[in-house]
């Protein structure tokens, strides 16, 4: 079965620090991964999604790059912290082709909390 | 772009009960995932539903695509069902999800 792992599970970082959140997915291969940011009580935001080993699309332009250096492996980095950076950070993936599931069905990881001081 | 209406915002049963909860898009879709978000912030699935009716135990969600709607049915509340649940769809297979802001349940013992 495919497993889809975050790290760190909770950070706490000054403004101006860099940024890295990792996100590693098992279980399947070629995954379409995600990173999404979700404020306090609101919905999710698209950041950057990737089809493809060094493959990356952003949806919003802002302080934060995405890399996708291995098959199943999604990093979230930041050179320069800002305090509008703090949130919730999500990674998903799709992508199965397994008979059970659609191809289009994402599915999340437990998530880091990023508070920006 | 697509809109996604989540209906009510807010809701607050008994334990047993029973609840329905609304999902409303403006543009036919590709995609229509449910979610629950538990109080530790985990996006747990429930349903892929883009057309249909599907079942899990106590759950069962109806997406009628035509008339551009989706239903999440939750029977015989537990505490444990508390939580912020999501209607995201996908329009034009973009990859993009979009989200609805969310019913917020909560089950009182």
């Known amino acids: 079965s495919q497993t889809i792992h975050q790290w760190p599970a909770t950070l706490v970082q000054p403004v101006g620090s860099p940024l890295s959140l990792e996100c590693t997915v098992e279980g399947t291969s070629n995954p379409n991964l995600y990173w999404y940011r979700q404020a306090a009580g609101r919905g999710l935001q698209l950041l950057f999604y990737?089809?493809?080993?060094?493959?990356i699309s952003s949806e919003v332009p802002q302080n934060l790059s995405a890399s996708r250096p291995q098959d199943r492996q999604f990093i979230l980095s930041s050179k320069k912290l800002l305090l509008s950076d703090s949130g919730f950070y999500l990674c998903a993936w799709s992508g199965d082709m397994s008979e059970s599931r659609s191809y289009y069905e994402q599915y999340f990881g437990p998530g880091t909390r990023l508070t920006v001081t | 772009g697509i809109q996604v209406e989540q209906s009510p915002p807010d809701l607050i049963l008994q334990e047993g009960a029973n609840s329905t909860l609304r999902c409303n898009f403006s543009d036919s879709v590709n995609n229509l995932q449910w979610f629950h978000q538990n109080p530790w912030g985990q996006l747990i699935n429930l349903f892929y539903i883009p057309s249909g009716t599907k079942q899990n135990g106590r759950l069962s969600a109806t997406t009628v695509a035509t008339e551009r709607y989706s239903l999440l049915y939750i029977s015989s509340s537990q505490t444990t069902d508390s939580g912020v649940y999501f209607c995201?769809?996908?329009?034009?297979?973009?990859?993009?999800?979009?989200w609805g802001a969310g019913t917020k349940l909560i089950i009182k013992p």
């Open positions: 990737s089809v493809g080993i060094g493959q």
């Open positions: 995201a769809v996908d329009h034009d297979s973009n990859y993009q999800l979009i």
